[in-house]
């Protein structure tokens, strides 16, 4: 089954062959032409697409829509921005200025009848009308990170993050926007895959908000017979799919813990630490200098690397425990050195030593050769793998050791699975050398939330203590609000079973010879354990009875009556696919909990689910006890 990923990639291409189909002579000889993008569309393509995958296509340059770009008038571009205003006034000065010998645009989600009235007019006014060839609505209004992860937008997310939503002035008009911004791009996913969904949301919150927008949006256009988008569906995606994905919304103040929660697996520690965007991280390098010279420190060398589905080691690792990752990195290296070892060895014997032994020996060892030297591509780039997430591992262990991430991680999984602490809070809040002020505040604020009820005297005493550590304590402010109003305190235990168990000390990695050293950071086995979103999900996809779940309103808007909710004939079958989308922001730490549990449904025997999970923006821990902490403050 074509992932969302797939299908986007699939479109992308189609539009930068002119929006014809591909055939094997348009990538042979493709049509040689410009893309010029907006800020929206260069996210939705980088993550996508290399340059040298866009080479391929035919693309020779590629230009942001407000740079200064001259005139080619021989040369065809294609135009992938959003259809605003500014954009459109910009591309009409393109007409009137004749920058290329045609114009594709293709605006990123639907343009209104306004805007394409002026485009309309000002062709006619510069008489490029028939250099116009086509104008499309593409309807990619998302970013797809990987196959199963997608997110509304990078550039902008602030207008539609958590505090735009659930700021103290935050007005009717600006919510509106908001949920507008959201539906939209939801929509542009389920036209991409190319099926209609059954949504399920809570009631009383930004979820329910959009939910009814999506139903609405998606019922006017079913209802329009001539111009759906949805006619075609099972043909376009090349399979008749019997059973409609499932759509769930919730909202992010269903579970504000996991967001803010230190974390063990590859891909969401490079993101809680490291700055890693759009797939690509950015870190410093640590010099050996370093820490011998105390004088004048050389510049420290800026590294970035591309994490995407191309890289194998990161797609096997990335959900995996750090210690699990370090140990994979060191036992690659180890299988390389070893390649490189028997390359060298080949060569010496080809030195020929003694007249005789070369000659018995010389066809065997040219075999071999030849095999070692045509499989040398292929060893350079597994080098160059290595190198960079030898590089990424180091830089994530320097972290931990000097932010002791191990101890606050350990801590959380405790308080969050309801088990007893090996030591009290207040030593950890106390610990000069345990952390940053941020460190300590995400661990209290889990504690506050999760933990039983805390007297308003012990909560001053921690306030003091998180004071005397340098913490702001805006953010304590609004979480008291917030947890007065959710459910959340009244819960029993919503993360379900898990913890973590320490074992011995990585073994291979504390053999000498390895690059890590480990020495005083714990390695626990991670037990497994849903996260609130994950024990939805499960409720809603396997249609169990669940105490939450059963109030979830229900939309479907292939209905074209609208009826209540609740008389809405319902289907009874638990759901082969599901779309899970937050509303407010999501993180990698939910992402590979649903993850986790589609693995552990396939070694059950349900092997052909697929969960897709969504979020209105990925941020990290600190980005959003920054959210927090704004919030705070206005109360």
Same mark, same amino acid.
């Given at each position: ?11 992308l ?24 993008? #907006? ?9 996508l ?6 080479? #391929? ?43 290329? =010998? ?9 343009v ?7 485009? *309309?007019? @000002? ?13 499309? !609505? ?7 990170? =990987? ?22 002035d ?7 926007a ?15 895959? /190319?099926?209609?969904?059954?949504i ?8 329910? &908000? ?14 329009? *017979? ?5 006619? @075609? !569906?099972? &043909?376009?995606? /090349? ?19 996991t ?8 891909q ?50 990335k ?5 699990e990752?370090a140990? *994979? ?11 490189? =070892? ?15 032994e ?5 066809? !065997? @060892? ?24 030898t ?7 320097d ?17 969050? @699975? ?22 300590? %505040? ?61 074992? /011995? ?40 009875? !669940? ?9 479907d ?28 922001? /999501? ?8 993850? #986790?549990?589609l ?10 689910? %697929? ?25």
């Amino acid at each position: 089954m074509a992932s969302l990923r797939d299908k986007q990639i699939a479109s992308l291409k189609r539009m930068l062959n002119l929006n014809a189909p591909l055939s094997k002579s348009s990538l042979n000889e493709p049509t040689w032409k410009a893309l010029v993008y #907006d800020r929206f569309g260069q996210d939705i393509i980088s993550p996508l697409l290399s340059v040298r995958e866009l080479r #391929d296509m035919g693309v020779t340059l590629h230009l942001l829509l407000h740079s200064d770009r001259g005139t080619l008038s021989d040369v065809p571009a294609v135009y992938f921005v959003m259809p605003s205003e500014e954009n459109v006034s910009r591309i009409c000065q393109d007409f009137q200025n004749q920058l290329y =010998e045609s114009y594709y645009i293709n605006f990123i989600s639907a343009v209104s009848r306004q805007r394409l009235e002026d485009l *309309a007019s @000002t062709a006619l006014q510069f008489n490029v009308v028939s250099q116009v060839s086509k104008v499309f !609505d593409q309807y990619l209004n998302f970013i797809s990170l =990987e196959d199963k992860i997608f997110t509304v937008r990078h550039q902008n997310r602030n207008a539609i993050s958590y505090y735009a939503m659930n700021k103290a002035d935050v007005k009717d008009i600006e919510i509106e926007a908001i949920m507008d911004t959201i539906v939209d791009s939801l929509f542009s996913v389920f036209v991409t895959f /190319g099926a209609v969904p059954i949504i399920r949301s809570p009631r009383g919150n930004a979820a329910e &908000m959009v939910a009814e927008k999506l139903d609405k949006k998606l019922r006017e256009n079913l209802r329009d *017979a001539r111009n759906s988008l949805f006619t @075609t !569906d099972s &043909m376009q995606s /090349g399979q008749l799919s019997f059973q409609r994905p499932l759509l769930v919304v919730l909202d992010r103040n269903m579970d504000l813990a996991t967001p803010l929660h230190h974390t063990w697996t590859y891909q969401a520690l490079a993101h809680d630490v490291l700055d890693f965007q759009l797939n690509r991280v950015v870190f410093e390098e640590k010099s050996p200098q370093d820490s011998q010279q105390s004088g004048a420190r050389p510049k420290p060398k800026v590294k970035s690397y591309d994490l995407g589905p191309s890289d194998k080691f990161w797609m096997n690792q990335k959900g995996n425990p750090f210690p699990e990752v370090a140990e *994979a990195v060191q036992s690659e290296l180890e299988s390389y050195r070893a390649s490189e =070892e028997e390359v060298k060895r080949l060569k010496s014997a080809m030195g020929l030593e003694g007249e005789e032994e070369a000659a018995s020996g010389m066809s !065997d @060892t040219t075999a071999k050769l030849t095999s070692a030297m045509s499989s040398l591509p292929e060893l350079l780039e597994k080098k160059r793998l290595i190198d960079s997430h030898t590089n990424l591992a180091t830089s994530l262990l320097d972290k931990i050791k000097a932010r002791k991430l191990d101890v606050y991680f350990e801590v959380e999984e405790r308080l969050m @699975t309801k088990m007893s602490l090996d030591k009290p809070l207040m030593d950890i809040i106390s610990d000069v050398d345990a952390g940053t002020p941020e460190d300590k %505040m995400r661990m209290f604020i889990i504690f506050y939330i999760l933990g039983q009820q805390v007297t308003d005297p012990e909560f001053d005493q921690y306030s003091l203590a998180l004071e005397a550590a340098g913490c702001d304590l805006s953010p304590l402010t609004y979480i008291k609000r917030w947890r007065a109003y959710s459910k959340m305190s009244v819960m029993p235990n919503p993360y379900g079973g898990g913890g973590t168990k320490r074992i /011995g000390m990585f073994s291979k990695l504390m053999s000498t010879g390895s690059q890590f050293v480990m020495e005083g950071v714990k390695n626990f086995v991670v037990k497994k354990h849903n996260l609130p979103i994950t024990r939805i999900v499960d409720a809603l996809m396997e249609m169990k009875s !669940d105490q939450e779940t059963d109030e979830y309103r229900y939309f479907d808007p292939k209905m074209l009556r609208v009826l209540d909710s609740s008389s809405i004939p319902r289907n009874k079958n638990p759901y082969q696919e599901v779309v899970v989308f937050v509303v407010g922001g /999501g993180n990698y730490i939910e992402y590979q909990n649903l993850m #986790d549990y589609l693995k552990t449904k396939a070694t059950a025997g349900g092997n052909n689910k %697929m969960i897709c999970y969504g979020c209105s923006e990925i941020f990290n821990a600190d980005q959003f006890l920054s959210q927090i902490c704004q919030l705070g403050k206005e109360i």
